[in-house]
């Protein structure tokens, strides 16, 4: 080892009663490890939170979707399914999507409604998400979203149907009466999910062939077209495939995955999670101030050492590397413990859920917790950056 280590090493593990430095020393060790720890717990929980939610928009969001690139529908007969599964799909369903008026009673809203063929549960697994009613889609039946259903203040089992209006196209509102102006059809609320609050307040989903009806479209003209691929089949690749596969239909259709069908909440996820790495990471270095200090301290306090070492004929810039090796020590021995105790804080937040979400309508009961290597990785590298950065130039500035 060489005498610059050995030097720091010492210096660091003192004993003797006169280690105010040390203790300083000791506080600064203690106070990277803690942020470094926190900087693991809080990203851990917020990838738990956020698979949490990506899980709830798969929902209703397919692996892969096939959409119109212009216009609002298109024709599945254009589509041959053999080359889609040759493609690495397994199965599919077909999907209209419309903004509706719905009346039950003397309440209303303004709805998305989305009719879907009986592919779609085994596509989403909605089906095992209601929190009352029953799964059931046939031609005068609908499943309602959780803040929907309380606004138009339905009650189960359902004592009249719902009023489904949808305006006719090529006309417009002005001086028509409602039977003009709209279709009009009527289908019972049977069940209500809670999944999500986007799609709670926004969603009624009925069957295919009932929103057709009122859009007048034939049997095989669809908004979109979900996949669901086979296991193991890549997701990027499988899109690329699918693309390929579609270039020569009549109409220009585009492959979107969850990223293309979310953009905006991915968008927001990683920007947050950005910013999650940029505060914690100013409380990591508000938290380098103490070993700043420390090393100060240590320098002025250590004038007579320095002085010796000086007449023994060590140079200058070997002072400062052992000074800058005690720093250095102390960010690694912080870190490495920060990584650990976070570690062991979201392992045992796994197994037991120590934390608990409190008293309300929660997916989970307790906060849930993702650990990623990628974190552990990131966060070493940025604590050690950073702290590494305020010891060299506390080391640079200080008279040695």
Known sequence: MKIEALIAVRYLFSRKQRSVVNVISWISLIGLMVSTMALIIVLSVYNGIGNITKSLFNTFDSELVIEPAEGRTFHTSEIDFQILRNAGVENFSRIVTETAWVTYGQ????????????NYAALTGIDTLLNMGEYRLDGNSMIVGGQIFHELGIRLPAVMSAAVHIPKRGTTSMGLTMDQAFNIGYAYPVASFFIQQDLDRQYVITDIAFVQRLMNYTPDEVSSLALKLKTGVDVQKAKRSVAQSLSHSVTSLVVKDRYDQQPLYYKIYNTERFGIYLILSLIVLISTLSLVASLSLLVINKRDDIFI????????RDLRKAFLAEGLLICALATVAGLVLGFIVCFLQQQFGLVRMGDGNFVVSAFPIAMRAVDFFITFILVMAISSLSVALTVRRARI
């Open 107 to 118: 309440n209303q809203a303004i709805v998305k409604l989305r009719g879907v063929d009986s």
């Open 309 to 316: 070492l000086r007449s023994m004929g060590m140079e200058r």
